[in-house]
């Protein structure tokens, strides 16, 4: 296994938990899936399915430059890098917020591993 496949190992579970994660929301604020991508949160008005997105790349936050560059050297993905690729080839994210095909979060293309099912 290359420096590549082996960063990516590494990384794509955690994209890969964003399907189950999300079908899981409704079940824990006690309502249907069509309510909870309805209803808004009190905070700052997003949708409960929003409000997932946000609360999911936030729990990966890291302090940007000293370990951003020591992720880097070591060939690892920093976490926008982790964040954004698995949330960009999500379709449900793009739907959630409403991002035009084309747009950064939404591109043309997307790569099939992380295809919603």
Not at 45 to 52: A, I, M, S, Y
Not at 95 to 100: D, E, L, T
Not at 102 to 111: A, L, N, S
Request: net charge positive; aromatic share 8%.
């Amino acid at each position: 296994m290359g420096r590549r496949e082996g960063h990516e190992a590494r990384w794509w579970p955690r994209g890969l938990l964003l399907e189950p994660l999300l079908r899981a929301l409704p079940a824990s604020l006690a309502m249907d899936g069509r309510a909870a991508r309805e209803r808004r949160s009190p905070v700052a008005g997003h949708t409960f399915e929003q409000l997932f997105y946000v609360l999911y790349a936030t729990a990966q936050c890291e302090p940007r430059p000293a370990i951003e560059q020591r992720q880097v050297a070591f060939g690892e993905a920093p976490a926008r890098a982790r964040v954004n690729v698995a949330l960009r080839n999500h379709p449900p994210f793009a739907a959630a917020f409403g991002c035009q095909r084309g747009h950064d979060m939404r591109p043309k293309r997307t790569c099939p591993t992380w295809q919603h099912s």
